[in-house]
């Protein structure tokens, strides 16, 4: 009997890894439904009926449907009763929430060009990645790892000394960081590195 909880997109996805993330924090059984993006599968009214900006990932638990990786980590997260979204604590659980967004209004769109740039320009579009472009959201990442290094000065991750969502929801996008020739832009912030190899 297949799993009720489906997770629809391309697995090389780092909106679909957060989510991916989470089910295996949990152990939830999962199915992966492939979504082929260069065959135009996620504009399908399929996929929309799912996700109505015809992006991924989707996700569907039964006769729940969701869209948006950082909601769906958050619910399969309240649906197992983990403690990585601090709930028991409202301070605990609001600095948690103040760090995703940090993640999805800051690091995640600097990180999406630089990204983009390096893996999609030259492996799907065959072409060259822009280096002004880099160079730009590298000096932008630099500001905003300065911020970072200084909050992780002061507590092992970023809501705290017990790691949560916020750290978690970081990780697609640092591993796709560092298999790019832009890795040692980290060296410089210490405390950044703990946090990421911790």
């Known amino acids: 009997m297949a799993p009720a909880v489906k997770v629809f997109g391309p697995a090389k ?9 989470c ?3 949990v152990g939830a059984e999962y199915e992966l439904v492939h979504v082929h993006i260069p065959a135009g599968e996620h504009r399908s009214p399929a996929h929309v009926a799912r996700n109505p900006f015809g992006q991924v990932p989707a996700f569907q638990d ?21 403690d990585l979204l601090r709930e028991g604590s409202v301070t605990e659980s609001t600095t948690v929430d103040v760090w995703l967004e940090v993640e999805s209004q800051k690091f995640d769109p600097i990180m999406s060009v ?3 740039q390096c893996f999609v320009v030259p492996i799907f579009m065959g ?9 730009e959201s590298l000096e932008k990442l630099r500001q905003v790892l300065e911020v970072y290094e200084a909050r992780l000065s002061k507590s092992s991750y970023l809501a705290g000394d017990l790691i949560s969502l916020a750290d978690l929801s970081h990780s697609p996008m640092l591993h796709y960081l560092l298999a790019t020739p832009h890795a040692p832009v980290l060296s410089g912030y210490p405390h950044v590195g703990l ?4």
């Open 114 to 116: 630089i990204s983009f």
């Open 23 to 25: 089910l295996e924090e």
């Open 62 to 82: 039964g006769d729940l449907v969701l869209f948006e990786s950082r909601a769906i980590s958050k619910y399969i997260l309240r649906k197992h009763a983990s």
């Open 127 to 135: 072409g060259t990645a822009d280096h002004k472009i880099v160079q």
């Open 13 to 21: 996805s780092t909106c679909l890894a957060r989510v991916l993330i």
């Open 195 to 198: 946090w990421h190899n911790g």
